[in-house]
């Protein structure tokens, strides 16, 4: 089944993960870990690469980029995540890791363009 969370509800759920004994670095930890796990399968073999984080509570918004191809990490740089509403220097990106639950921009046809494919992973968050 497809879970869908505004940013509101996904900070309520990693606040209960949180109060059930988990904690925001760990939290933290496994979004790192699976979208690692998830780009080594695309990109098997050592290389370089930038990572720039935006603003968001947890980098959640921060930004690979590969070699040919350009990652989002939770929802692209400039993209809101509740309403899909673009920046006018909004990252273009060519895929987008989500954590726990797809947000509502990425179910909105003129935000997925900005999203490339979408990916969402599990990181221990109901």
């Known amino acids: 089944m497809m879970k869908i969370y505004t940013s509101a509800q996904m900070r309520e ?17 496994n979004a790192g870990t699976a979208a690692a796990s998830d780009i080594l399968q695309h990109f098997p073999v050592p290389g370089r690469c930038l990572v720039v984080c935006g603003k968001g509570n947890n980098g959640g918004d921060g930004l690979n980029q590969m070699p040919g191809m350009r990652i989002a990490l939770d929802m692209p740089t400039g993209l809101n995540c509740d309403t899909g509403q673009a920046d006018e220097n909004t990252f273009m990106a060519d895929m987008t890791y989500t954590f726990a639950a797809y947000k509502p921009a990425h179910l909105m046809a003129h935000a997925k363009a900005y999203c490339g494919k979408i990916v969402c992973l599990d990181i221990g968050i109901d």
């Open 13 to 29: 759920r990693e606040q209960a993960a949180v109060d059930a004994g988990s904690s925001f670095e760990q939290l933290m930890e």
